[in-house]
């Protein structure tokens, strides 16, 4: 979540919905210079360190605490099964958060499409996976609240009202594009799982997505 008092503009971010991009762009506009991840006392200090995915009720307690729970808002939703596939090849190819952490018992570290959907359960008690592939509207309030809601399709457009809002000339610098998945990952088989796993448990964000108008 990025607050932006000055502004009078709170950005309520998702992970896999270029919550990395808005934060550096948030970085700068509030800083003058651009974030670049550092190590001080042996820790390294991502930009997520600053700005924090948490979900609505603990969102909503921090903005109390802040005086800001009335700022008006902003939020980006994304293609259910779009966010799905992006955050598989992401967080377990790319960053191998599986891998890291340790695997659940009897499971692969870099499964299939196909097992991950399989035993997306058993997967999503892992911290990393969890965050970023539950829901999105985990992470905001009743989307009727929101005063300003994009697509993901119309990220361009987002950036431009985020200049507009804030006077500042400042690109989006994409740092989280997800590479398509070794070859065998992503099966026929995998995907329609997928789509039938998205349709069963993300029914409320496809909902919520399909709601959303795309800009011309």
Not at 4 to 21: A, F, M, Q, R
Not at 42 to 56: E, I, L, M, P, Q
Not at 188 to 211: I, K, N, P, Q
Request: glycine share 4%; aromatic share 12%.
């Amino acid at each position: 979540m990025i607050v932006l008092d000055k502004y009078n503009l709170t950005v309520l971010t998702i992970p896999k919905c270029g919550c990395t991009s808005l934060k550096h762009w948030a970085f700068e506009v509030e800083n003058g210079f651009q974030f670049r991840a550092f190590t001080a006392n042996g820790r390294r200090r991502a930009v997520h360190f600053f700005y924090k995915n948490k979900t609505w009720p603990e969102r909503q307690a921090e903005l109390t605490q802040r005086g800001a729970l009335d700022l008006p808002t902003i939020a980006i939703l994304r293609s259910p099964q779009e966010r799905f596939l992006s955050a598989f090849r992401n967080r377990i190819f790319q960053t191998e958060d599986i891998l890291k952490a340790g695997a659940p018992p009897g499971l692969d570290a870099f499964p299939s499409l196909e097992t991950f959907c399989q035993n997306f359960d058993s997967y999503s008690e892992m911290a990393s996976i969890n965050h970023h592939f539950r829901p999105q509207l985990d992470y905001l309030p009743k989307v009727d609240s929101i005063d300003f809601l994009f697509r993901m399709e119309d990220f361009g457009k987002v950036n431009d009202f985020l200049n507009d809002r804030t006077g500042r000339e400042i690109p989006f610098v994409r740092t989280q594009t997800s590479k398509r998945s070794p070859e065998g990952k992503e099966s026929a088989l995998g995907l329609a799982m997928m789509a039938e796993l998205v349709e069963e448990r993300f029914s409320a964000d496809m909902d919520a997505y399909s709601s959303v108008p795309k800009l011309a």
